[in-house]
């Protein structure tokens, strides 16, 4: 049963807080009154005309307050996870603007003087309930990062194109039906996420990306791709699972820089996949899944054995969202398995560090665990206002209940999907999860109703709950905070780092800290295993 310890509410700035934080803001230009529960901007602080960088995050603004234009040398706002509604005209006038963080509120609109800001390098709108983007963002020329993931953006503005410096844009989680041609004009690009809309179709110039290095158009409507000869001469990994597809262009072949290609949840062919495959010989991962390795012909079962095709199963059954199991032995389960979660962006990851987990396992012991990758694409959550009925749950279960033992691994949301759906395993790794959504900025841009039922979906999955959560968080207080709203549960025991960043488990791993978390949980279930197999 749980403690009925006491949990104190969200984290809020005092007032003798505030006013330290004005008086230093007033020699260094730099102001941060996030987690303040303001509704408007104290007056002291409209006296400060050289103020540079204001970070209103966490409040409780329903609108950008107008009187920000006041700071004409503002270069940095932040003004995410409010309750903001309305974006007034006047923001325009910031022409000095260079980064306006705006994701995790109630957006849906913004006004055409946007594209006054020519200053802006980067935007963030994700989290919000835009239906579309002004056409004067076109003028942002400066523009190097749009981020925009979870609205209901159906196409984006032509102006787009105009954005020449344009590297990083994240557009998951939207109801786009295809790939904006007016993205095709951005040549700088880098980094496109696209994942998780409509699309049914890819411009015939998407080749001309020739800096793109990083490219999603996984879980869309895709039956066909386009010739990609003398194109694309950067790009590392493409991301194509979950679609249409019954074949992949051989001009794949000719992309210098590719490394990674993830084509599982197609219907492709093996005999399509062979020929592709024996034209590339540069790659380091192709992806495909078990379904499409079922027409191999016996002479060339070996096929399997290629170090660089990763067979995987597929467990989505036409649902949203990525189930990928990765086997040590196909066909074979091993002791144990481990959930890896993916966050916000979108794409899985926890991939490089569980590879080197394998390795770093004593020998005899590097087969003994499976791993299934779970990306959640539309930033849903993982439909966590609802997620005892959700189809997260469903495949959740069906896939743990052919294990003996279960970890749940998860970062950011990923966590949060840990502490969600921690029922169905034996163990959890939970890495700065967000618990309550009314205090956190990177959010869905839901109601506070909703976030109060994800809230307490998390409280019913750990009431009662006999495994063992590990929490870790770092000494940022908003992690701190969302760390001791389920420390009073039994089966909750929450690791405190001195590492003041959301980005805990990055931080973690370049400190060589997170592989032997990870390891001796995993060494932990093994043990577990092998006392059960004795009783």
Not at 168 to 180: I, M, Q, S, T
Not at 428 to 456: K, T
Request: hydrophobic share 35%.
């Amino acid at each position: 049963m749980a403690h009925a310890k006491a949990v104190k509410t969200g984290p809020k700035l005092t007032e003798v807080q505030i006013q330290a934080r004005i008086s230093v803001a007033k020699s260094t230009g730099k102001l941060d009154l996030s987690g303040a529960g303001l509704t408007r901007i104290p007056s002291e602080v409209l006296k400060i005309k050289d103020l540079e960088e204001l970070a209103i995050n966490g409040n409780d603004f329903d609108e950008i307050p107008p009187e920000v234009v006041a700071f004409k040398n503002l270069k940095r706002l932040g003004a995410a996870g409010n309750r903001i509604a309305h974006v007034p005209k006047e923001i325009g006038e910031l022409e000095e603007l260079e980064g306006l963080w705006l994701h995790g509120n109630q957006l849906e609109e913004l006004p055409s003087t946007v594209g006054n800001l020519r200053a802006l390098q980067n935007l963030s709108l994700s989290g919000n309930k835009l239906n579309a983007i002004p056409e004067d963002v076109g003028r942002m020329h400066s523009l190097v990062e749009l981020t925009a993931a979870g609205n209901n953006l159906g196409e984006l503005p032509h102006g787009i194109g105009n954005c020449s410096n344009l590297k990083v844009v994240h557009l998951h989680g939207n109801d786009l039906v295809e790939v904006p041609t007016e993205l095709c004009q951005c040549t700088a690009l880098r980094t496109l996420y696209l994942q998780g809309n409509k699309i049914s179709k890819v411009p015939d110039n998407a080749k001309y990306w020739n800096e793109m290095q990083e490219l999603s158009l996984a879980d869309n409507l895709l039956e066909h791709l386009p010739d990609l000869s003398n194109g694309l001469q950067s790009l590392k990994t493409i991301y194509l699972y979950g679609n249409q597809l019954q074949d992949l262009p051989f001009s794949l072949a000719e992309l210098p820089s590719l490394q990674n290609v993830w084509a599982e949840n197609n219907p492709l062919e093996w005999q399509e996949l062979q020929a592709l495959l024996g034209e590339i010989t540069h790659l380091r991962s192709f992806g495909v899944d078990q379904g499409q390795m079922q027409s191999i012909p016996p002479s060339t079962s070996s096929s399997r054995e290629s170090a660089h095709i990763k067979v995987s199963e597929i467990h989505s059954n036409g649902s949203p969202g990525y189930f990928k199991l990765q086997q040590s032995e196909v066909g074979k389960n091993a002791p144990v398995l481990i959930v890896a979660f993916g966050s916000a962006p979108g794409v899985p990851n926890w991939g490089g560090l569980l590879g080197r987990l394998r390795k770093a396992m004593p020998s005899g012991c590097q087969d003994k665990f499976d791993v299934l990758f779970v990306v959640d694409p539309s930033r849903s959550w993982y439909s966590g206002n609802q997620s005892e009925n959700s189809h997260y749950a469903k495949q959740l279960k069906k896939v743990t209940s052919q294990y003996q033992r279960t970890v749940l691994l998860g970062d950011s949301m990923g966590a949060s999907a840990c502490l969600l759906y921690a029922q169905v395993a034996t163990s959890v790794l939970a890495f700065c999860p967000q618990v309550d959504l009314v205090y956190s900025s990177i959010r869905p841009g839901e109601s506070l109703e909703w976030f109060s039922n994800m809230h307490d979906s998390i409280n019913s999955s750990l009431k009662g709950y006999t495994g063992d959560v590990q929490v870790h968080t770092g000494s940022w207080e908003h992690d701190s905070y969302q760390a001791q709203l389920v420390e009073h549960f039994d089966s909750v025991a929450v690791t405190k780092h001195g590492i003041d960043s959301h980005r805990l488990a990055l931080a973690l791993h370049r400190q060589e800290k997170l592989l032997p978390i990870v390891r001796k949980k995993l060494q932990e279930e093994l043990q577990a295993c092998s006392i059960g197999s004795m009783a």
